[in-house]
Structure formats: structure tokens, C-alpha cells
């Protein structure tokens, strides 16, 4: 029912060229492949190059943040309708790397989620609990907290638009990957939020896990009941590496 999406969360790495390069070479190793939305996330000065190398595949441009406002004296910050513009289907909001290193609140999440859907663009929303957070017991209030925050102002007829990414912070950039059954957990308990707030669009939402995924980890992941799809961070730089993590079903056991 719910189509397994896979994002590659670039972060601050590549210029036009090597994004470029990235995008040509990684269409040609996934030009067969129907089962699974597939996602680029640039940085901002390579979204436009990346959107004509993709033009024609079945891989979708996303942006790694966005401000909620149209337009205006918010300078250094890019608005809905430009991301409309540069051909993107997709944009990451509230990123643990945008929470923790910039300070972004759930309320300022929930109006970019609220600002793209209003123009069409489907946010992938990023929650996750830190260590400390895990280690006193507080994952599910955080995770709570969070999704009651960031998605305030989603209404039940766009929710079916969202994307959500747990991302436990502890497992990001660090190789120290949720096991299948810990991540199981939270998305489990995820889906049961997202259920109780939007009825049976609750089950239709993709709920992606994020942290150290790579070719050898996520087939037991995507086997799990709540996984729909996973972002991917370090081992999405390297075209034949994604490639593998989105034909995640021929290295199944
Ligand atoms: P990672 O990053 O795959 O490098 O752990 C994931 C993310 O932050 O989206």
C-alpha cells in the first residue's frame, strides 16, 4: 500500500559538477528500477544543475530546507515558490542537524511543512531523540512532542503528502545504526500517532528511518512493518552506494 521511498540526504557536500556527475551516473544504475520512489536532496546552488540531469527519470529533486515565506527581506533563506521553480518535489524540514545546530523550534518546522504543502511541494519531516533523551527513557515523549509540534498545521486531506523521517540523533553520521527492532519500535509507535491525529490517512503516510543506513543494513530494515523507506546521509554521496540502498530487495536474505 504505501510506496517505499528512498532519499539521499547530501548535506553541505558536492559542487554542480560533482552533483551533476552524481545525478548522470546514478540514473543510468537505476533506470530499471519501479518499485520505490527515489529522491536527491542537493544543496541549494546545485538544485537547479541536478533538476536537468534528472529531467526524463523517475528520480525526484528535493530540497534540504526551506522558509515558509513566499518572499521578502529574509536574507539568505529560500521561499516555496523557488523551490516550485528549480523543479522540486520534495523538501527535508526540521533535520536534527537544523534543531540542534540552528536552533530550529517544531513550531517554525510546522510552518515550512504547512508553507509547502500549500504549494505542492511534499515536506519530509525529521524527528528523533538525542542519547541522553533514549538513555532517560524519553523517546516516545520526545518523538510526541515533536510530531505534535512539527505537524500542527497539516490537515487531514494533505497528510497523505508527508514524509516522515525518524531519525534517532544518536545513530546519525556515526555508524551506529538503530537495530531493525529499536527502529521498528519508534516507527511503531509513530504510526499509531500519526493514526490517532489523521484516522486512516495515519496509515498511508510513509515513515522513513534515518541514521548510518547503508547497502549492507537496509533490506532488514525496509523488512520491517513500520519502515517505508530510509534518508540517507553519508552512504548517498557515492552514486553505486545509493544505488545498492534503493535495490534494497535483491540483497534480502
Ligand atoms: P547518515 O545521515 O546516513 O550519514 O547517518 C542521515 C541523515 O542525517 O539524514
Not at 32 to 51: G, Q
Not at 71 to 84: C, D, I, N, Y
Request: net charge negative; hydrophobic share 50%; glycine share 8%.
Amino acid at each position: 500500500m504505501r510506496v517505499p521511498i528512498l532519499a539521499a540526504n547530501w548535506k553541505m557536500h558536492k559542487t554542480i559538477g560533482e552533483a551533476v556527475a552524481f545525478a548522470q551516473a546514478f540514473a543510468l544504475l537505476v533506470v530499471d528500477v519501479a518499485h520505490a520512489e527515489m529522491v536527491i536532496a542537493p544543496p541549494f546552488p546545485a538544485l537547479a544543475a541536478v533538476a536537468g540531469a534528472l529531467r526524463g527519470t523517475r528520480v525526484a529533486l528535493a530540497a534540504q530546507n526551506v522558509h515558509p515565506e513566499k518572499q521578502g527581506a529574509f536574507t539568505g533563506e529560500v521561499s516555496p515558490p523557488m523551490l516550485v521553480d528549480v523543479g522540486c518535489g520534495y523538501a527535508i524540514v526540521g533535520h536534527s542537524e537544523r534543531r540542534h545546530l540552528f536552533g530550529e523550534s517544531s513550531a517554525f518546522v510546522a510552518k515550512k511543512a504547512a508553507a509547502l504543502l500549500a504549494h505542492g511541494v511534499r515536506p519530509i519531516v525529521c524527528v528523533g531523540e538525542t542519547l541522553d533523551e533514549r538513555e532517560a527513557s524519553r523517546t516516545f515523549a520526545v518523538l510526541e512532542d515533536q510530531l505534535t509540534g512539527s505537524l500542527a498545521a497539516v490537515s487531514p486531506e494533505k497528510a497523505a503528502e508527508v514524509v516522515i523521517a525518524y531519525e534517532p540523533v544518536w545513530a546519525i553520521g556515526t555508524g551506529r545504526t538503530a537495530t531493525p527492532a529499536i527502529a521498528q519500535e519508534a516507527h511503531a509507535m509513530i504510526r499509531g500517532w500519526l493514526q490517532k491525529r489523521f484516522g486512516a490517512t495515519g496509515d498511508a503516510i510513509r515513515i522513513q528511518y534515518g541514521g548510518s543506513v547503508k547497502p549492507d543494513n537496509v533490506a532488514e530494515l525496509m523488512a520491517q512493518p513500520d519502515i517505508d523507506g530510509a534518508l540517507v546521509g553519508g552512504a548517498s554521496l557515492e552514486a553505486a552506494s545509493f544505488a545498492a540502498i534503493v535495490r534494497y530487495q535483491e540483497n534480502a536474505k
